[in-house]
């Protein structure tokens, strides 16, 4: 299995719901990412588990929470987002977790905020 | 701070035909260099993975060479089809978890 499953595939909130996403890959893999893609933009970084602890915080906002249950698991919970928020959130893994493996993504929640 | 650019942002090639796609990048320093590939709205599918101390790699019709000292990378893809149709990001990694990706290159095959 080389893959990472992501889910809902598309999600559409209003500005006052909660929600999360979820991440899931069963490759063995010990880093974990959430990245967030505008259209037509590179993907950017937001956050980094390694070993089930999160590593990289790249300033997010505190409406975005990530959780990272176990080593397969990744979680990102959203409150109280703004209509600029809406992008393609992407979640990737990697191997050995230091970072300078192979990046595997998943297909991406495309999320819409009213 | 790392910066990758991609040029062309955009290319539109007959079947068949032969094509580059460029990359470069300000900081030498690399761990190594990963191409990808991007369909309109969905996530990214590796296509090849360069590491540092490595010239090339090869994977059936695609290529992708690296020249750490020119900051210079380039992806070839041979006998083009229009399912190569899509958005090609290259991504250098400097250290750490901090991979930076360029703003891709959009490859339109024509039939």
């Known amino acids: 299995d080389t893959e990472v499953t992501q889910t809902p595939k598309h999600l559409v909130m209003g500005m006052t719901n909660k929600k999360s996403l979820k991440c899931e890959q069963h490759?063995?893999?010990?880093?974990m990412y959430w990245y967030k893609q505008k259209a037509k933009k590179p993907p950017e970084l937001m956050f980094v588990y390694s070993y089930e602890k999160l590593s990289i915080n790249e300033s997010v906002p505190s409406r975005f929470s990530p959780e990272c249950p176990n080593s397969s698991l990744l979680n990102l919970h959203l409150h109280a987002l703004q209509p600029e928020d809406s992008a393609l959130y992407l979640c990737a893994s990697s191997q050995a977790g230091t970072g300078k493996e192979k990046l595997f993504f998943g297909s991406g929640t495309q999320l819409s905020v009213l | 701070k790392q910066e990758v650019t991609q040029i062309p942002a955009a290319l539109s090639v007959p079947e068949g035909e032969n094509l580059v796609l460029n990359c470069s990048f300000t900081?030498?320093?690399?761990?190594?260099l990963q191409w990808f590939r991007q369909d309109p709205g969905k996530g990214l599918t590796s296509l090849l993975l360069i590491q540092s101390s490595q010239r090339e790699q090869t994977s059936g019709r695609l290529n992708a060479s690296l020249d750490k000292s020119s900051g210079r990378s380039t992806l070839y893809i041979a006998a083009s089809q229009p399912g190569d149709s899509a958005t090609y990001l290259c991504?250098?990694?400097?250290?750490?978890?901090?991979?930076?990706f360029g703003a891709g290159t959009r490859l339109f095959v024509k039939a």
């Open positions: 900081d030498s320093a690399i761990y190594n």
């Open positions: 991504a250098s990694n400097t250290g750490g978890f901090k991979t930076i």
């Open positions: 490759m063995g893999h010990r880093a």
